[in-house]
């Protein structure tokens, strides 16, 4: 097996690992202005571990000049990828760098194909499973066999249970691992105690007077946010991206640890759509 490391690797951003040539596995997009893309290249298929921009973000941009290579990943990835997507054209709009174009963006549904945990699939003459990775939601390890060797690329995992995401669990054979390593190094203190002092501290900050922002990533922290708000009766107002993640997530239920608590934390939150509930929620108000 001949697996070429694209990006990632010394630097966070652009993951890309091509395996024999012609399996692609992500694709991502390093932020800043311009954004930076892994090198160019024209993979027979894709699969796409998890939606996050370093991993999925620069996606369209295989689709150009009439490129089709299949894009296999899950609902979730699908939906979320298609968001970032949307997203990086509107930030980008008017440069004449951008990594995509809007018609690329629009063929993403042309491409793509969907795939549930352990359901393995062809992808260039191999043989891949995606196993759930317990990160953000759809996120998959993935495991590929070229008929002699068993890759696993595990992408981002998390092994502790969230409230919106059971932790990964799964732990597929294979001959070599590539492993992300991004926060290997980091202790993390008990879950549930943190979650009890953040809850204890917001209540305490409104009780008084106060108002608590909470700067989370759009994709999974901020639902996962509102999970916790809601199982500690906290209300709260949801800005930015995470509203739309929110939205999309309604449509691939059966990827969610729990999708009615997930639901009841919806009904819980209160979505800003306009300046005029911005300042209200800010104040504490109603919109
Ligand atoms: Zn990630």
Known sequence: MDIRFLGGVDAIGRSALL????????????????????????PDAVVVSHAHL?????????????????????????????LLARDTLKLQAGRYDRPFTRAEVGA???ASETHGYGEPFTAAGHE?????????????????????TRLLYTGDFHVADQRLLTGSTARPEADVVVCESTYADVTRGDRRETE??????????????????????????TQEAMLVCAAHDIDCYVDGMGVAVAKRLRRTPGFLRDFEAFRSAMGNARFVTGGGARRNGSRGRTP
């Open 54 to 82: 370093d991993h999925v973000g620069a996606v369209p941009s295989l689709l150009k000049g009439g490129r089709r290579p299949p894009i296999h990943w899950t609902p979730p990835t699908r939906e979320l990828a298609d």
């Open 196 to 221: 009890r002092r953040f809850a204890r501290e917001l209540r305490e900050t409104v009780h008084r007077g106060g108002t608590v922002v909470v700067p989370a990533f759009a994709i999974g922290r």
């Open 128 to 148: 891949v499973t995606l196993f759930d990775a317990g990160h953000i939601p759809g996120s998959a390890h993935v495991l590929v066999d070229d008929g002699e």
């Open 19 to 42: 395996v024999n040539g012609s399996l692609l596995l992500d694709y991502g997009l390093e932020g800043g202005t311009p954004v930076r893309t892994p090198p160019d290249v024209d």
């Open 108 to 110: 993403l549904g042309e």
